[in-house]
């Protein structure tokens, strides 16, 4: 009766130890898919609405610093997020289209080494598009772009 015991002891941590081993290669499999990834580490752009964003339309918009941007997302920060891109990285220049598509997050992964990112991730000497840019808690108030007329 104790062998019995023993073996079926033994069959139950083996079994514990298989579940374990399978759900983490679950969790792993699952944190690499990422939004637009396939299975072949290969990117495909999100479908963007018919909008059309550039720089000078974004001219006095409030920015949110505090915003996570990610494959898909659109609008002025992103604008501003191609724009400190290309200042830290001067090859392979992002056309500041507001879009996060698959060229900008492919950039960001190269520079930065992340696949999603706030503004206010960025130090005081990767900056670029806000004048007097201070980090602030929650919110920045400033506008893109403002600047006094000469």
Partial sequence: MEIKTQYNTLILILFL??????LRKMTNEN???GK??????????????????????????????NRVMSLGNYGCDVVVLQ???????????LSPSG??????????RRVKEVG?????NFQAEEQIGMDSFKPMA???TQRYM???QI
């Fill in 146 to 148: 403002d600047v006094e």
């Fill in 99 to 108: 879009f996060f598509d698959c060229t900008t997050l492919e950039k960001l």
């Fill in 116 to 120: 999603q990112i706030s503004l206010s």
């Fill in 31 to 33: 944190k690499s898919k």
């Fill in 83 to 93: 724009q400190r891109l290309n200042k830290l990285e001067q090859i392979n220049i």
């Fill in 17 to 22: 130890v298989l579940m374990v081993y399978v």
């Fill in 36 to 65: 637009g990834i396939n299975e072949n580490s290969t990117c495909e752009n999100p479908d963007f609405p018919e909008v059309l964003i550039n720089a000078r339309d974004c001219r006095g918009s409030i920015i949110d610093e």
């Fill in 138 to 140: 929650n919110y920045n």
